[in-house]
């Protein structure tokens, strides 16, 4: 047994909300309350930690993550930076240290944040003619890739536009070296895949940052490849992370055949809902709206009718399978949401479970359509940093729409349920940049100033954090045994030397675990324990 | 926590394998070994239970078993009679219990066992004019309808033996009602399917029938549906028994596509192996033999070759998921063992994981064949109850091969790990019949006499509860937290009355648990507790 003590535990637990002490039996939780009760079920062989008046947390779960995409993009060239030289010095870089022919893989560019705008095919090939150069954009919706990767991947003048997807030409109609949407998968899939070994190998290697963030649990949309990583993980007992493990849409009918339903696996590494697509994302303007981004005539791209969710959410319930649907413009969100409240009504109608439906992102609402997420018990799967991120292609896509963007506390006030989580790669996975944007709707730089953007939806420290822990645990039906610290749950928990409710919120950023335990478990800890 | 205590613990675990009290916290054994260091644990709120010297065992792990099926036969006519007429008889009395159109449903009937030998459509129609019926054979391997029944599947004269079945049939080549191997599907498949929801319900009913009888676990190898139910069982917190649930072949592909591995779910119910076919059955003298049946020209029915198991295999193994093969003649389990070698040598070639294959029953081997199960470490997933079940068929149809038919000790003196279990609903699940079977070679009505049948495959008491403990628990992956009482281990234990090992051997099916617990929770519990 471990006993902790001297702590100051916010249990999120209403019926004891703040605890001084705990014993951990194992991976569980087997007491909480006083300082006294606790250390007096101490025995021989029980081990005693003095907290020395420390906060402690339940552990945080980022509610969408891409956990294979973020464990590989660790180990490629790191493209955020502040001009396009920038990028391609650290590509001229990798150049010299790779074998001729071998893939050149970068992340992170986003050419808004670039004084000299989008690169080009000619770019690269300057400085790495005899390597197929393959560089994804921050949002994963474009890449920017260099001659001998448009020729492995057959593209040329006459390469129609995939449909759902776009080759940027130049006048002449030659391929600039910038792919769209469907248009960059022409050029991923002559990648050679990473093996499933390559894959766990990196996410073991990534497991210590995430620890070190505070999360102790992470909801994937990465596909097949990293779930075979990941149990192979658990398998080995190396698995120290909850994970929930959505099924991509084209995998639906297996799953349907083998009678697999969300929940199924265990605490460590469990089935969540069927991932689909309603529409495609704010940077290249292909989330779908009701009305065009300004100054253009383009409504974004809808994938999915309401219909189609709603069959698709049918065939999926027959097994228990949940829906996790991405939809980031109103027009999305609304066509989501009539889907969603047909399948409740279904499930309703057929006498089957309710099954625990969310979308992801939410980004952009009407305001008549903001209460139907609680209406219809769907959880608003949503990143904050991306509301601090995306403020200024949000007012300059979606001008004063933008109201209504990322509305995180007029959710809460209708009663909707939220999970908060980063899209990392797309962002930093540290869910204290998430609390610290969602609380203060300012950038780690302070801009856009003290009262943050669109100071309205700025929620409360308690409230970021239960988006992080019992909004995440809820989604994936596990609020049984995490996202709080009560007797009986799994003992993930995080140890701060900060007072997240009593410190100035421009701060919260900085806040950073000195412990982290995962199932009775320290996985991380400073030296200040 | 709880304290049993004053007990006779046979923990099966070599570094302590007697223990007098363990204490349970939740779900696991926290502490095991002597009376006075386990009492010393005690605290306020402990539960301390005296079993006044009774035994402790691990729980039992049925490691072949149909649990769809057998629940559902719970609510068939029993046709495990003795005579022809008195199954009629029972038929007769459900059918004036069911509205008309509904079908009759039955099992357990040997024509061996009954002097009127194999029934007829006639019969079946006299007393069933208005209900299809349809009855199946102890063996599975085939069935006895009436005429509603032939008609509604379509079967007339002219209607072809289906690949790897047969439809017996009169001098006239009229069916005569009775159907092998593949021809018994043709009714079958017009049978409507029972609906998840009822199997979930036969389940629940079934499930303290198995806790009666000392059962904590299964292997199970029905369907779809079967999984779907466990699956549903579990997410209520109902499904209090260890389930290693297998796939049919028929959804390897799917399970490929999804990346599906063996081992993945939790402790309650964990994906298995693929389970495939390499023949038929003793009974139908459709086990696929090196040499004919005795006074017959007939080898069996060969399904799968040796390059056809490697090359399943081979499939199966990219995803990490084992093999479970069916094989009970000896030219089957000699294919079998030459596919799972070459599947060995992959796995060690190709550097993937040495996965938990087996073959299901292993009936007959040639002695030359006996100890490549152990060279190739897979298990011998047996069923005790068939070897004296089957005793009178085997040295009919096998003659003097049946020296190595059920050759359990001949296969431990080689090293083999076995795995025990009942096929039921072809046998019954009482674990304690399977260990009198193994132990005796007797049946429990004392034939073939005080030797029993080969007496050289007795195994001793020890054996055959290791076959029902840590064999099980092997072949599922689990031997780190079941199948033997150690600290951190699952609180999965049957409490005895009597000790097996110092008990006259041909009593041994008389016992039966006083208490079972599962997950530290009892689920069992007679008044003598």
Chains 1, 2 share one sequence.
Not at 242 to 266: Q, T
């Amino acid at each position: 047994m471990l006993i902790l003590h001297n702590a100051r535990v916010f249990t999120l637990d209403p019926q004891q909300p703040v605890a001084t002490a705990l014993a951990i039996e194992q991976d569980r939780i087997v007491a909480i309350g006083r300082e006294t009760d606790i250390l007096a079920l101490s025995r021989p062989g029980t081990t005693v930690q003095n907290l020395d008046g420390k906060i402690i947390l339940p552990g945080l779960t980022d509610a969408h993550i891409h956990l294979q995409h973020l464990a590989l993009s660790l180990q490629r060239v790191d493209c955020a930076t502040a001009t396009r030289a920038e990028c391609l010095r650290r590509v001229a870089e990798r150049v010299t240290q790779t074998p001729p022919g071998q893939w050149i893989l970068g992340h992170g560019w986003n050419q808004n944040e670039w004084p000299e705008g989008f690169g080009s095919a000619q770019d690269l090939d300057a400085i790495a003619p005899q390597h197929p150069v393959f560089l994804t954009a921050k949002s994963l919706h474009a890449a920017w890739v260099n001659s001998t990767a448009l020729r492995l991947a057959g593209i040329g003048p006459d390469t129609p536009d995939p449909s759902e997807g776009r080759i940027q030409r130049d006048a002449q109609g030659h391929p600039t070296g910038i792919l769209f949407e469907a248009a960059v998968d022409l050029v991923q899939r002559c990648i050679p895949q990473p093996e499933v070994e390559d894959v766990a190998r990196a996410i073991r290697a990534a497991l210590p940052i995430l620890w070190q963030m505070g999360l102790t649990g992470v909801h994937d949309f990465d596909q097949r490849t990293c779930f075979m990583a990941l149990q192979r993980l658990r398998g080995e007992g190396e698995l120290k992370l909850r994970v929930l493990k959505s099924l991509p849409l084209d995998a639906l009918d297996e799953a349907v055949v083998l009678g697999v339903g969300s929940g199924f696996g265990d605490a460590w590494l469990r089935i969540g809902g069927v991932k689909l697509f309603a529409d495609g994302a704010l940077g290249p303007q292909t989330a779908a709206m009701f009305e065009p981004y300004l100054g253009r005539e383009d409504y974004g791209l809808l994938f999915l009718e309401a219909e189609q969710v709603f069959e698709i959410g049918r065939k999926a319930g027959e097994v228990g399978l949940s829906l996790a649907v991405h939809a980031i413009g109103d027009r999305a969100n609304a066509e989501v949401l009539t889907g969603l409240e047909q399948l409740r009504q279904w499930e309703h109608d057929t006498g089957k479970p309710h099954l625990r439906h969310r979308i992801e992102h939410v980004q952009i609402l009407r305001p008549q359509d903001i209460g139907r997420l609680a209406q219809a018990n769907v959880t608003a799967s949503v990143q904050p940093i991306h509301a601090t991120s995306d403020m200024e292609m949000a007012d300059r896509y979606w001008g004063e729409r933008s109201r209504y963007a990322y509305a995180y506390r007029t959710l809460l006030g209708q009663g909707t349920r939220l999970a908060f989580g980063s899209d990392a790669p797309v962002e930093s996975p540290n869910p204290f940049w998430g609390i610290h944007a969602a609380v203060t709707r300012r950038r780690l730089d302070g801009t856009p100033g003290p009262e943050g953007w669109y100071p309205q939806e700025r929620v409360t420290v308690q409230q970021a954090i239960e988006a992080y822990t019992l909004g995440a645990a809820y989604a994936a039906g596990l609020e049984n045994c995490l996202g709080s610290l009560r007797s009986g749950y799994y003992a993930d928990l995080i140890v701060l030397d900060r007072n997240p409710w009593e410190m100035p919120a421009e701060d919260l950023h900085q806040l950073h675990p000195v412990a982290t335990m995962v199932g009775g478990e320290w996985v991380w800890q400073t030296e200040e324990m």
